[in-house]
């Protein structure tokens, strides 16, 4: 191990000029403009792959953008690790509030990483996290260290939702057979207190309309007399919360589970600063379903947001006008046994039930994902755990993310194997945001937990 942990010391710079390149490449999924850029980008990662010492490299097709796999296998004997991670971005809008070019990457020192950050977009989502493995792969490799077989998957739609990498995953289910998938996508909840993510919450998305008239009309003429589309969505909408902030659509809580007491316990060991919380995101006071924490209410208990909502005129000035039409895009955040596709149902009836008779309603679904959870019992847990508790050299906690990878649940599905969420980033290092950054420190961190992942991978086995 000490020869790995040299070689990657002695190849940072190595290291952060590749990952500088790959950032460098607009691989924005939502966007159809920048497809070219998506092949470009895994062709460079193929490329890098080869290039770090991985072997039967290839960038192949899927009904959307292509997946890069590559492996090495040294002994059929030894445990499969299968690397999972995305090289698609989130577009970088609104582009005026980033301080530097989102493509031109840029170390920065912030508060929370005083020995320097990389700004760039996909930098801690997920390039700079997947490069990681790469990097320690490499290492371990020109160390003739690797203890297990390892195999990559890294896809470009993760941020559209995965929608087909399932039907790849059958396809080449044999290809892709492994013991355990490893995941870095996810946080720590801080460089002092790390924790190891062992959950995932589901995903509901949908958008509705509301229609009133059949043309927008003369608010002068009208306004007093007909249904206003957006004055009855805002209703509806408002009323999706009740004053204890639960969440009223029918049956919703219904196949929530709880979680283990010992798990509660674990969680409830975390420090969380709640003034440092509102600070770091401006704001004088924080709100969420009385009875839990903040902690609890973004992991472990399901959620319902409005994401965006329109209808009427937007343009400059005004327009005296009742519109026609009103629209919100609405995303739920599912917990363990929630199903999306239930759930997505139970908002629909719902959604219908409480429109006035003034009023139709549309409800148009769209990509979903199933919560997902680990076991602190799993070999893959443990490992882990050890893997950090060397390298951070502090405790390492379970906590569940809220945020999900629509593909995990997937995973265990059609793969038959548990994914661990061994993530490196920081909740404060604005994913998905403007300025989205990764810490320096966090990045070779990641590099040197690793190969010890590997290790104690294997001797658990
Ligand atoms: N890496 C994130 C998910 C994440 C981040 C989980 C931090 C836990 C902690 C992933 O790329 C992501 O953004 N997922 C989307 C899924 C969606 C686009 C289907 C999400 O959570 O909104
Ligand atoms: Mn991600
Ligand atoms: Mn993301």
Redesign the pocket.
Known sequence: MEQTNNYIDSNKDKFLQELIELLKIPSISADPMYAQNLLDCADAIAKNLVESGIENVEVLETKGYPVVYGEKIIDNSLPTILIYG?YDV?PPDPINLWESDPFEPTIKNTEIHPDGALFARGSA??KGQFFMHVKAVEAMINTNSLYCNVKFLIEGE?????ENLEDFLIEHKDKLKNDIILIS???VLSMENPTL?TG?RG?SYLEVEVEGANRDLHSGLYGGAVPNPINILCDMIASLHDKNENVTVKDFYDKVSAITSEELKEMQKLPFDLEEYKNAIGLNDITGERGYSTLERTTIRPSLDVNGIWGGYMGEGAKTVIPSKAYAKISMRLVPNQNPNEITKLFSEHFKSIAPASIKVNVKAF?G?KPYVLPCTDKGYISAKKAMEKTFEKEVLPLR??????IVSTFEEILGTKSVLM?F?L?SDA??SPNEHFGLKNFYLGIKTIPYFFKYYSESN
């Open positions: 995305h989130q989502d997920d993760e941020e559209v939702g995965s996508d996810t946080s993510t995932l995903l990509h994902g993310g809220g945020g999900s990878i629509p993530g980033g909740d994913l998905h």
